[in-house]
Each structure stands twice: as structure tokens, then as C-alpha cells.
């Protein structure tokens, strides 16, 4: 079974930035095309970056240009580095799988953007 542990979030004023990380108990993350997820209060979950095996990224319209998705495979970890933080970021933020079943949620990592 694999465990997914979020960690980096925080505080930030707006305009600061943050980088999130992934961490994966299991080999089968580096088979796995993956992806971050934010859920703000009242919202549903929504993805806002994903990235292959390979390493190619995508992002939704929210994350172009601030944001970018990376991953380690040999540390089963993926990272998300955060710029340029709006309020409107604020979120809880968690890693899965994208186009597969999922793995069990993590607890997620808490982002708050605010002056």
C-alpha cells in the first residue's frame, strides 16, 4: 500500500513562494504519472499540475507561469515550486496519481497566502 506524506506548506505573504513535497513509501510512484491537487475551503478538489513518468509537466490555467511541477523517481519524491502567491492559493494541497486509480489521500499540506 502506498503512503503519500505532503510537507513544505505554510504562511506566506502575497507574492512569496513555496516549494511543496511528495514523498512516496512506494516503488510504484515512479510508474505512476502524478499530480498535485488543492482543495480550498467550500471548493472542490482540483488538479493544477501533473507530470509524466518522464518528467513532462502540465498545469492548469491557475499554475502556468508561477508554478512548477518536478519529480525525483530515484527518491519517490515530486516537489512543487510555488511563486508568486495570490490569495487565492490558499488551499489544502495533496499529491496522487492522475489517470489511474488512485492511492490512498495523504493529509495533505496546508497553504495560507496572506499579508
Known amino acids: 500500500q502506498v503512503q503519500l506524506v505532503e510537507s513544505g506548506g505554510g504562511l506566506v505573504q502575497p507574492g512569496g513562494s513555496l516549494r511543496l513535497s511528495c514523498a512516496a513509501s512506494?516503488?510504484?510512484?515512479?510508474?505512476?504519472?502524478m499530480g498535485w491537487y488543492r482543495q480550498a475551503p467550500g471548493k472542490q478538489r482540483e488538479l493544477v499540475a501533473r507530470?509524466?513518468?518522464?518528467?513532462?509537466?502540465n498545469y492548469a490555467d491557475s499554475a502556468k507561469g508561477r508554478f512548477t511541477i518536478s519529480r525525483d523517481n530515484a527518491k519517490n519524491t515530486m516537489y512543487l515550486r510555488m511563486n508568486t502567491l495570490q490569495p487565492e492559493d490558499t488551499a489544502v494541497y495533496y499529491c496522487n496519481r492522475v489517470f489511474s486509480t488512485m492511492f490512498p489521500w495523504g493529509q495533505g499540506t496546508q497553504v495560507t497566502v496572506s499579508s
Open positions: 507530470i509524466t513518468t518522464g518528467g513532462s509537466p
Open positions: 512506494g516503488s510504484i510512484f515512479r510508474f505512476s504519472d
